[in-house]
């Protein structure tokens, strides 16, 4: 099946590290997917990583990947108050077309 | 264009209208996407078009929609008898190609429904 899924809310003051988790059902997943949603707006792509690396890293972005538990998570380093959106894991399902099956989304709050 | 773009960017109807969606997708761009986003929810898949076929609509929720693509361009999605749980914000993607997953895909902004 395709399910994916995310915490709904995740509150942390400016400066910290933010960790958001996800985890997802298919196992034959190709690619994983780390989108950001600012109010109002549509889904921006902020990174991706294959499913036979364990872990990404870009900037402030670091992906870590566990295929065995089918556990994706975001870390962002140093958060800033134009981090706070929803963040969308997704993955490609493998079975159904090249369609992303997107997680339910996690708010991300950062406070001063 | 620069990129995807959706029209309009809002939309209040009465209930039981039809309503239009316009997708302009990134120029070049052969795989285009429909997603449903309710308030406070995730999003939900409609339909995907590669080029002008659509070999998978079996997220549209009813036979009142109905989506098509001209060429590798221009896509409508269509909503007949528009009911109130049809508001929503619908979400337009395009991708350069199937099977470049690692592209991942470009979305527009979205068009924000209102059934009244």
């Known amino acids: 099946g395709e399910d994916v899924e995310q915490s709904l809310f995740l509150s942390v003051r400016e400066g910290d590290s933010s960790v958001i988790n996800c985890t997802y059902t298919d196992s034959s997943s190709t690619y994983l997917y780390w989108y950001k949603q600012e109010p109002g707006a549509g889904l921006q792509l902020l990174t991706y990583?294959?499913?036979?690396?364990d872990m990404k890293q870009d900037q402030r972005l670091t992906v870590l990947l566990n295929k065995k538990d089918k556990h994706l998570s975001l870390r962002i380093a140093d958060t800033q108050t134009g981090d706070s959106a929803i963040y969308f894991c997704a993955e490609i399902f493998t079975g159904g077309g090249n369609k992303l099956t997107f997680g339910t989304g996690t708010q991300l709050k950062v406070e001063l | 264009g620069a990129g995807v773009s959706q029209s309009p960017s809002n939309k209040v109807t009465e209930k039981g209208k039809d309503v239009e969606l316009r997708c302009d997708p990134i120029?070049?761009?052969?795989?285009l996407y429909w997603y449903r986003q309710r308030l406070g929810q995730g999003l939900e898949f409609l339909i995907y078009f590669q080029g002008n076929s659509a070999p998978d609509k079996s997220g549209l929720p009813s036979d009142r929609f109905s989506a098509e693509r001209t060429g590798e361009s221009v896509s409508t999605l269509t909503i007949q008898r528009t009911q109130q749980e049809d508001s929503a914000v619908y979400l337009c993607?395009?991708?350069?190609?199937?099977?470049?997953?690692?592209?991942?895909?470009?979305f527009g902004s979205g068009t924000r429904l209102t059934v009244v």
């Open positions: 990583i294959f499913s036979n690396m």
């Open positions: 993607a395009s991708s350069l190609a199937l099977g470049r997953a690692n592209y991942g895909y470009t």
């Open positions: 120029s070049g761009h052969t795989a």
